[in-house]
């Protein structure tokens, strides 16, 4: 028995729930996917799908919009501002070192790997504040959360096994 096994919901209205679900920075699609497959088991493909677009949609404005992100936190709290500046300065390390070596592909490592802060919002931040082609970043960002939510998809629903 499923947590939400007694209520029936349609195709569209379990999509809509894990879209709004993946769009939740942090959470995404490595907390939506398994929410979904333990609610909603035989709905894999609507789950993976409302994942992936759920994930994604948050990439092109994060990349367009960090500098009026950044002039808005430092209005809004300069303390804030340096800690925000010290963690995507972290994270230009990791997804830098990454591109270097390996071009787009990188970056899409750089979102596949399971680790907490390793997500779209991350990616997008990142790549706007290298400087990184939109593009390629997006295209790059969204191979890697589709291969990533691919796998937890496989993984949940016992296809691959740990």
Do not use: C
């Not at 995404?28 to 979904?36: D, K, L, Q, T």
């Not at 899409?108 to 802060?117: E, G, Q, T, Y």
Request: net charge positive.
């Amino acid at each position: 028995m499923t947590p939400l096994s007694g209520l029936e919901l349609s195709s569209l209205e379990i999509f809509w729930r894990i879209y709004s679900i993946s769009l939740l920075p942090i959470i995404e699609w490595r907390g939506s996917i398994p929410f979904g497959l333990i609610s909603w088991p035989e709905s894999w493909q609507v789950i993976l799908l409302g994942a992936i677009l759920g994930s994604f949609t948050p990439f092109l404005p994060l990349y367009f919009g960090f500098n009026k992100l950044r002039a808005l936190a430092l209005l809004a709290h300069p303390i804030l501002l340096i800690k925000f500046d010290q963690w995507i300065a972290k994270k230009q390390l990791v997804v830098e070192k990454h591109y270097n070596a390996y071009g787009y592909l990188g970056l899409a490592i750089f979102v596949f790997i399971p680790l907490p802060l390793t997500g779209i919002w991350s990616a997008a931040l990142v790549a706007s504040a290298l400087k990184l082609p939109w593009k390629g970043s997006a295209l790059s960002a969204l191979i890697g959360l589709s291969l990533s939510a691919s796998l937890i998809v496989a993984i949940g629903l016992g296809i691959i096994a740990l």
